[in-house]
């Protein structure tokens, strides 16, 4: 590949994982307010009484909550390093930077979607369960 | 769901197998949107009591209202984005029909927007869900501590 080639390739390359990591940080900030909100959901008392177990299942689901949250708390840490490491660029070897960005971000990828689709099974869940068991008006 | 801070020439970037992956991305995360509405609208509807107490009937009605309005929303989009990925073949047949495949990357270009609007919108509306369901279950935590 020539030089100039291989330049243009390796700022298109930049360009779309900057815009994929932008998009990361805005899904993990919704993520954190559902985790809030649903966190307040389970705490407040406002279900059926007598379901089997029901302490047990909404403490189950707080803490699965809670891991979710320090889950995202570790994500959200390593976006901000792999940001860094987009800023540093200019400072190192471009090709071989270039390598190690790319292998980063494609871990960083495989790990958010992983945990995108973990949330999106939780919440699930939850609405399944409580949705059931509101206390009814009357 | 991809938000707002998209670059618009990064569809130009976009392969074939990645518009496909995206297609199928945004299906995906409508179709759950589409369980989201169903709890929602299930909670706002049902837990009726702790609302008409807490002085939000109004708001709750204009968000029940306004479910529906996304639901329908969120339907067209879904309907057009299938539609979009069962188009894909004319990227990857092999044969060389310029005008078909620029059409398609536009086509993409705009449901790419279209998504990242509706998303935008939609988070906002969530958050104003939540604020609502909140502020309600936070009184009746109150007034049963109090009680």
Do not use: C
Not at chain 1, 75 to 81: V, Y
Not at chain 2, 76 to 100: A, F, P, Y
């Amino acid at each position: 590949m020539l030089d100039s080639a291989k330049k243009e390739f390796s700022k298109k390359t930049r360009g779309k994982y900057l815009s994929e990591i932008s998009k990361w940080g805005n899904s993990l900030m919704i993520v954190s307010e559902e985790i809030k909100f649903l966190g307040k959901l389970l705490s407040t008392g406002i279900f059926e009484p007598n379901i089997p177990n029901l302490y047990e299942r909404l403490q189950q689901y707080s803490n699965k909550l809670q891991d979710l949250k320090n889950e995202e708390i570790l994500l959200e840490k390593e976006i901000e390093k792999h940001k860094t490491g987009f800023a540093k660029e200019l400072e190192e070897n471009e090709e071989q930077k270039d390598s190690v960005i790319k292998r980063t971000h494609i871990q960083l990828r495989k790990n958010i979607n992983a945990f995108l689709k973990n949330n999106s099974g939780l919440k699930l869940e939850i609405f399944n369960f409580t949705g059931n068991i509101l206390k009814k008006s009357r | 769901m991809e938000t707002s801070g998209q670059n618009y020439k990064y569809v130009e970037w976009k392969s074939a197998e990645e518009m496909h992956f995206s297609s199928n991305q945004w299906i995906s995360e409508l179709n759950f949107i589409k369980d989201e509405h169903h709890f929602f609208e299930d909670m706002l509807k049902e837990y009726t009591l702790p609302i008409i107490e807490s002085n939000l009937l109004s708001k709750v009605k204009d968000l029940i209202d306004r479910i529906t309005k996304y639901k329908q929303k969120s339907e067209t989009l879904l309907n057009k984005i299938t539609e979009h990925r069962n188009g894909l073949q004319v990227m990857v047949d092999g044969i060389n029909q310029l005008e078909e495949e620029n059409r398609y990357k536009k086509e993409h270009r705009k449901l790419l927007v279209d998504v990242n609007q509706f998303s935008l919108e939609y988070n906002d509306f969530k958050k104003e869900i939540f604020e609502t369901i909140a502020r309600a279950l936070k009184q009746q935590k109150q007034k049963r501590l109090l009680s």
